[in-house]
T-cell receptor, first 112, second 117 residues
Framework: NAGVTQTPKFRILKIGQSMTLQCTQDMNHNYMYWYRQDPGMGLKLIYYSVGAGITDKGEVPNGYNVSRSTTEDFPLRLELAAPSQTSVYFCASIRRATEKLFFGSGTQLSVL | AQKITQTQPGMFVQEKEAVTLDCTYD???????LFWYKQPSSGEMIFLIY??????QNATEGRYSLNFQKARKSANLVISASQLGDSAMYFCAMRELNTGTASKLTFGTGTRLQVTL
């Protein structure tokens, strides 16, 4: 099993550019999440999904969009990149509420 | 609303000594789970230990144990016999388990542990 796979690992964007962070899991997990981690800080929830076709906002959703057309994929879209979106982005998933969160390896994004 | 507090931004411990990393939480949900994750300098998130709110005994995983004091709403991580490889950022996290919360995990701000010779 590959687990949770995120691409790309690193990316530099110019202000105003758009991009999609890809996240795929092969564990048939219903719940998927996107977190961001600013330098020296904890993780903050951007968006989450409880199943295909269902998404909802977390703590810090502004400037982002998500979709969940399949159980496996949960891409995160940045429409107009801003310096405040410079962060490390983690995708994660679980099958049941009592389970640990399975994390991807993260995407380091810089907006200059 | 969920809230996790880690009051120690940084901690030092000598190799082979034990160290306690503090975590307090706030929730009105009687059913919840508490997690600890380790984040080394490489950046990945490594699951360490889990404690359910209804678990009768404190969780243990090898050198990691969780000192769960439900009435005080604290879930401190104890690392015994510290090793140089334990140097990392440590995050406490909580998930409310009742329906309607989508099993979201809320994280604290972390404690950076440095193990010295």
């Amino acid at each position: 099993n590959a687990g949770v796979t995120q691409t790309p690992k690193f990316r530099i964007l110019k202000i105003g550019q758009s991009m999609t962070l890809q996240c795929t899991q092969d564990m048939n997990h219903n719940y998927m999440y996107w977190y961001r981690q600013d330098p020296g800080m904890g993780l903050k929830l951007i968006y989450y999904s409880v199943g295909a076709g269902i998404t909802d906002k977390g703590e810090v959703p502004n400037g982002y969009n998500v979709s969940r057309s399949t159980t496996e994929d949960f891409p995160l879209r940045l429409e107009l990149a801003a310096p405040s979106q410079t962060s490390v982005y983690f995708c994660a998933s679980i099958r049941r509420a009592t389970e640990k969160l399975f994390f991807g390896s993260g995407t380091q994004l810089s907006v200059l | 609303a969920q809230k996790i507090t880690q009051t120690q931004p940084g901690m030092f411990v000598q190799e082979k000594e034990a160290v306690t990393l503090d975590c307090t939480y706030d929730t009105s949900d009687p059913s919840y789970g508490l997690f600890w994750y380790k984040q080394p300098s490489s950046g990945e998130m490594i699951f360490l230990i889990y404690q359910g709110s209804y678990d009768q005994q404190n969780a243990t995983e090898g050198r990691y144990s969780l000192n769960f004091q439900k009435a005080r709403k604290s879930a401190n991580l104890v690392i015994s016999a510290s090793q140089l490889g334990d140097s990392a950022m440590y995050f406490c996290a909580m998930r409310e388990l009742n329906t309607g919360t989508a099993s979201k995990l809320t994280f604290g701000t972390g404690t950076r542990l440095q193990v010295t010779l």
